[in-house]
């Protein structure tokens, strides 16, 4: 159980709905239908997820050593070495389950898995790398999309650029959590980008959803800033997991069109992410 619980640490498992989710929108969005090969996407982007956080802590070993002396390679619950042949096993996996889908989608995750080892690599020195985060859950919407009735539509992309942004204010608000550094509060601007999407381009029969999904979001947002933001006692990592938790809310808003079954799956994949973090830490 030892052993379980450091893969499952490792791996940062409480986050895989958040990937179910963005899956999921995707497909939807690129016309669903080919429930074979959504199951494939799926397995396929939470392996490569997997991998991408097995290599993360590899290349984080000497920053962890001196502040997060409690992840599983600086605690000694596995080795560095060990870690590194998981990570690398996760992404082949992956990617050979998404190249079983077709050959776009084999591209998209061959893409996928060489921006997930870009920012593992960077990250802790490359101030936009917030940036590659980003494009890695962008290329989950048109990677899923690939896999549907109708490709990668433009639907896919532009609700894929719409998380992208939301990712990208998380992370510049990540990237503070460990150093202690100050945190960049303009950042989180980037979070309502989802939003200002949703009233943009819904009308009609979307308009009250859409103002609906976004109120969710919003609220979420302002609960999840108040430790970092508004707190005496600043916690920037209870912002992040918390932020992360609400990327399925981001995917609700992609798909205020769907029918109300579907809509609940969002919420479903949000709550089971927050359920996940009370016993797998998020970051």
């Known amino acids: ?39 494939l996407i799926i397995a396929g982007a939470s392996f490569l997820y997997l991998g991408g956080m097995f290599l993360n802590d590899v290349f984080d070993t000497e920053f962890d050593r001196q502040y997060r002396k409690e992840r599983p390679i600086p605690a000694g619950a596995i080795s560095s070495a060990s870690a590194w042949r998981w990570g690398l096993a996760w992404l082949v996996i992956g990617v050979a389950c998404l190249a079983f889908v077709g050959t776009l989608t084999g591209i998209l995750g061959a893409l996928l898995a060489c921006c997930i080892v870009a920012y593992d690599v960077v990250h ?28 990668v539509t433009g639907s896919a992309v532009w609700c894929g650029l719409a998380l ?32 200002l999407f949703a009233l943009f381009m819904n009308a009609g029969p979307y308009r009250e959803p859409a103002l609906l999904a976004s109120a969710i979001l919003l609220l979420w947002i302002i ?31 992609a798909t205020v069109d769907a029918p109300r079954p579907v809509n609940a799956i969002f919420l479903v994949l949000f709550v089971l992410s927050l359920a996940f973090q009370k016993f797998i830490p998020a970051t």
């Open 223 to 253: 609960r999840s800033l108040r430790p970092a933001l508004w707190s005496q006692d600043r916690n920037i990592g209870r912002t992040v997991a918390a932020l992360i938790a609400g990327i399925p809310l981001v995917d609700l808003i």
């Open 164 to 195: 992208g942004c939301y990712i990208a204010g998380l992370s510049f608000a990540a990237r503070n959590e460990s150093a202690r550094r100050s945190f960049a509060g303009g950042s989180f601007s980037l979070l309502g980008i989802p939003i």
């Open 124 to 151: 802790k020195v490359f101030v936009l790398s917030p940036l590659l985060m980003a494009a890695c859950r962008f290329l989950l919407y048109p990677l899923a999309a690939s896999g549907a009735a109708e490709g």
């Open 1 to 39: 159980m030892s052993r379980l619980r450091t893969l499952l640490v490792l791996g940062r498992v409480s986050n895989l709905p958040t990937v179910w989710s963005n899956c999921a929108a995707g497909w939807w969005l690129g016309g669903h239908s080919h429930p074979e090969k959504f199951a």
